[in-house]
């Protein structure tokens, strides 16, 4: 059965609720660690995992890696989905991208994605070591997706499944620097690539539909700010979008894109154009009607109906990871579901 997600014993000012840490992760039975790796570079990078209380680990049901979005961390409201999988039987861990929660860096700067992609490969190797048996997947949401993605090209055959979460797979219209203000973004780059470039509404408003999420957001001790990208960083967005469109026929891993239909951050119809062209025998897409950015940000309906389609695939791919090649098919939500607020 899937599980009942977190996010709805938070309240507005703390994702664990009237709850101290450890009451919350009692309550879950979860096991939670948290360390920081060196970069080759001594830059420190903020990781943590999750995994059920008292189940050995040869009872594992599978092993999944999360990649949190732009400007949010691997903690405080993302960390609920982990505990949430974890709460199904996984092994999960993730960690705090550079410049982004507790890690090291420049605050929300990503001149150059592949060095992200690194930093998720040299970890989520070592957080697999013991564990190879089991079978793994690969979890993103927005910015991480496309980060998960391209972990997925770079490893091929070492995960058993991707789980897109509103991924960066284009930038909606609506987000996107006006033009010709994204024609002088490589100019922009170049002389100033620190200047922040300006959008019609903060990322967390434009992200969660709920307004009491929002304030929970914004409340977390390493909330930086609005989400106005730097000029460097937009464009290597921008430039990160394209690749994955190009490069997105050479998947072969199942996967599972979740995209609300009122996204107007990630752009919905670019992660379904990458769904259609990726080579994966086992494929699904989900577009919810309604639905924003950040589905955790929904009414509880609307989150238990997203996150049961994710849930559901995990516990589903995690039994049948070792006899892989499920029929293609491509499916948006428009057949029966739960009614959706």
Known sequence: MAAHHPIHDANERSPFGDLTREEFYRKHKVRHSEFFMLTDQKKKLFTQSWRPEGLPGRKLRGFVAMVHGYV???????????VAIAKLGFHVCALDLRGHGFSDGPRDQVPDVDVL??????????????????PAFLYG??????????????????????????????????????WPL??????????????????????????????????????????????????????????????IRRRCGELEVPILAVHGGGDSVCDTESARRVVERAGSADKTLEVLPGMWHQLIGEPEGNVEAAFGVIFRWLEDRAGGASSSGAGKHCMEARRKRPSLQ
Do not use: H
Request: glycine fraction near 6%; charge should be positive.
């Open 72 to 82: 949010s961390e691997s903690s405080w409201v993302f960390q609920l989905t982990a």
């Open 117 to 134: 992609v690194d930093d998720c490969i040299r970890y989520f190797d070592a957080a697999r070591s013991g564990r190879e048996r089991l």
């Open 141 to 178: 949401e927005s910015l991480g997706g496309a980060i998960a993605l391209l972990v997925c090209l770079r490893q091929r055959g070492r995960w058993s499944g991707l789980v897109l979460n509103g991924a960066m797979c284009g930038v909606s219209p609506e987000y996107k620097p006006p």
């Open 182 to 243: 994204e024609a002088f973004l490589p100019a922009a780059a170049l002389v100033a690539p620190n200047w922040r470039v300006s959008i019609t509404q903060p990322l967390v408003r434009r992200s969660y539909k709920e307004e009491w999420k929002r304030r929970l957001v914004v409340s977390s001790p390493n909330y930086r700010g609005p989400g106005k990208a730097p000029a460097a960083t937009a464009l290597e967005f921008l430039r990160v979008c394209r690749r």
